[in-house]
């Protein structure tokens, strides 16, 4: 079983839903979910976008192997401001934050 179809029914138990119970919210039919537990078909893109969102979820946070990060404006900021950076700029900025946080950790 492919490891979103794992995800997708890891979630379901997660909530306490039924199959019944996602295929109403979803719009899925109870023998579809089957048919992917079972290995037999995948879900379609519209299928995953109507889990995502009867989970209340984006879809990019359904089909993700890992956790998100939200990018705050300071982030971003961030971001923009290391992409103008060369490659020694890069270096240098990364030894000087490594260098604060063992003297900070000490």
């Known amino acids: 079983m492919p490891n979103i179809v794992n995800k997708i029914d890891r ?3 997660e909530r306490g839903w039924s199959i019944y119970k996602l295929a109403q919210e979803a719009d899925i039919s109870q023998q579809t979910f089957h048919q992917w537990l079972e290995g037999k078909a995948l879900p379609s893109y519209k299928a995953l976008q109507n889990i995502a969102q009867a989970y209340g979820i ?9 956790p998100l990060i ?3 404006p300071e982030i971003k900021q961030l971001y923009d401001k ?6 020694d700029e890069r270096q240098s900025v990364q030894s000087i934050v490594e260098n604060y946080i063992k003297a900070k950790t000490k």
Not at 82 to 87: D, E, H, P, Y
């Open 82 to 87: 290391w992409n103008c950076l060369t490659k």
């Open 70 to 72: 939200e990018v705050t």
């Open 11 to 13: 979630m379901r138990v």
């Open 58 to 66: 984006t879809i990019a946070e359904l089909v993700a192997d890992s």
